[in-house]
């Protein structure tokens, strides 16, 4: 298993530093390889607070990769930079199979929310085999539906404390699913931006009213991307106040010691 770490130039001001959508902060990061019960070879990155175990691990599941979506897509990008240090959560980035990103390309073909079933399966078990604990899957767009369709079901389901969703279109996800979480019990928290281009809070709110431990949350301002600082940074301080076993939001804007500009 590769084991590999991203390269990044740490240097300490004598001035807190403001945190940007590029900054880097301390942690354990190393790449990684999945391998998926039919057989595929996945590519990823781990990212854990330095010298201590995480409060919490984050599976995230990347937005739709047809149509640009990856591990490196912003809001998990900018999780793996600052969770570990901010607030000691550790974080799993992938590419789904057929998906591509500077880290490499992960086997066989997009399959549509299928296939990928697999590909958080390897994803859960990897955490586990890791040893790591209070595992919480986090999806985005396209990854809102793996977590949908496959998270309450095992051998996931067992392994997994609930999950957060940004966006969710419920496209490929249905009633079914929908039915199967309220079944499982497992928390869900589900944040849906003002301005979404697919489902807006009103019909959210009316599709998630069947699982009742849903906490869907409307998010003013915000678009299905989350572009922007402003709703990025909300978007890790709810998944932080979700995952954590004490509310730690909001997250500090600026850091005082080593950090890093990543390309």
């Not at 691990?57 to 739709?64: K, S």
């Not at 900018?78 to 901010?86: D, Q, T």
């Not at 040893?131 to 998270?151: A, D, M, Q, R």
Request: proline share 9%.
């Amino acid at each position: 298993m590769a084991s590999t770490s991203p390269e990044y130039t740490f240097t300490t001001s004598s001035e807190p530093v403001e945190i940007r959508a590029a900054t880097v902060l301390p942690a354990d990061r190393r790449n990684i390889e999945l391998t998926t019960a039919d057989g595929l070879t996945l590519v990823g990155e781990f990212a854990s607070p330095e010298g201590r175990a995480p409060a919490a691990t984050l599976v995230t599941l990347h937005p739709l990769p047809t149509h640009g979506g990856f591990m490196d897509s912003h809001v998990y990008r900018k999780a793996s930079f600052r969770l570990p240090a901010l607030a000691g959560i550790a974080v799993l980035r992938f590419n789904t199979r057929g998906t591509s990103s500077p880290r490499g390309s992960s086997g066989g073909t997009f399959d549509g929310g299928e296939a990928e079933r697999h590909d958080l399966e390897a994803a859960v078990r990897w955490a586990v085999d890791e040893g790591l604990t209070n595992i919480w899957l986090v999806g985005w767009s396209f990854g809102t539906e793996l977590c949908l369709k496959y998270g309450a079901l095992d051998p996931v389901a067992e392994l997994i404390e609930g999950a957060i969703l940004l966006s969710p279109p419920l496209h490929r996800a249905d009633d079914d699913d929908l039915a199967a979480w309220a079944a499982a019990g497992l928390p869900l928290k589900v944040l849906v931006p003002e301005h979404d281009d697919y489902l807006k809070p009103p019909e959210a709110l009316e599709r998630f009213a069947g699982v009742p431990q849903a906490d869907v949350v409307p998010v003013e301002g915000a678009k299905h991307l989350w572009v922007g600082e402003k709703y990025a940074a909300r978007a890790l301080n709810e998944i932080a106040d979700v995952v954590l076993p004490a509310p730690v939001s909001p997250l500090p804007t600026v850091w005082e010691g080593p950090a890093a500009t990543a390309p």
